[in-house]
């Protein structure tokens, strides 16, 4: 049975590619148990997998501590992830065209949302996926 209430589940990693496959693997026990299919849960892995490689390979460098934050939260029509870390205000944030790059136009067209919130210490990418029987309602923000 699906639930209404928002469940939050959070993972701290550091910036090893290796954890890459355990964020998917609880992305698609969420995704399953909201009720998403196969094909939802692979194109929800595969923009949270750019999200993370991101904050890895950019988020998590010389100005970071090296380790970001997954924040997952499922309600029955959506799950959400939030791909936080601490790398220092990006600079492409100013500009609109850097946000076009492959890996963003591959993030955009995967989720059924995505938005960026810049924080003090670095970037939180929010994604989001519905599950396909629910009606189109506005993306949640990201906190």
């Not at 991101?54 to 100005?63: E, M, Q, T």
Request: hydrophobic share 35%; proline share 3%; charged share 25%.
């Amino acid at each position: 049975m699906k639930s209404s209430m928002g469940v939050v589940t959070n993972v701290c990693l550091t910036n090893c590619p290796d954890y890459l496959s355990r964020v998917r693997k609880i992305l698609g026990c969420l995704g399953r148990s909201v009720g998403m299919d196969r094909r939802q849960i692979e194109d929800a892995a595969l923009a949270l997998t750019e999200a993370c490689s991101n904050a890895i390979r950019h988020g998590c460098g010389a100005s970071g501590d090296g380790r970001f934050d997954v924040t997952f939260t499922t309600c029955s029509d959506f799950v959400a992830a939030d791909v936080t870390d601490s790398g220092g205000r990006p600079d492409w944030l100013e500009t609109e065209g850097a946000k076009d790059g492959l890996g963003m136009l591959l993030m955009r067209s995967l989720a059924d949302g995505m938005e960026f919130v810049p924080h003090k210490n670095g970037l939180t990418v929010r994604l989001v996926k519905r599950v396909s029987s629910t009606p189109d309602r506005r993306i949640p923000h990201a906190v």
